[in-house]
């Protein structure tokens, strides 16, 4: 996961494709390369099991999302939800947020 909550090439603001779509070209992404191709939120929550890895500070403030606040498009990682679990690691400091 990235800073801003994004996960694959999703992130806030852009656009994440259509629900049952796989994959989605990014044309505008905030980060070099500016041009992506990832898979969308209907793929990766099509697996049975989903994994989210944070590590680092700066990814506090989204994992605090992730745990407590509902699925927003403003944090993506909010948007995972595998078929029969969802597992989340973390590290100290991407935890520091959490009670």
Not at 48 to 57: C, D, K, M, P, S
Not at 68 to 80: E, Y
């Amino acid at each position: 996961m990235g800073h801003d909550g994004h996960v694959a090439s999703l992130f806030p603001s852009h656009n994440h494709g259509e629900d049952g779509d796989f994959a989605v070209a990014i044309n505008n992404s905030p980060k070099p390369p500016t041009k992506r191709l990832s898979l969308t939120f209907s793929a990766l929550n099509a697996g049975t099991h989903v994994w989210l890895i944070a590590a680092g500070e700066d990814k506090a403030a989204p994992i605090a999302r992730v745990m407590t606040g509902k699925p927003t498009p403003d944090v993506p990682a909010t948007l995972l939800n595998g078929l029969q679990a969802t597992t989340i690691y973390v590290d100290a400091s991407a935890a520091s947020k959490l009670q």
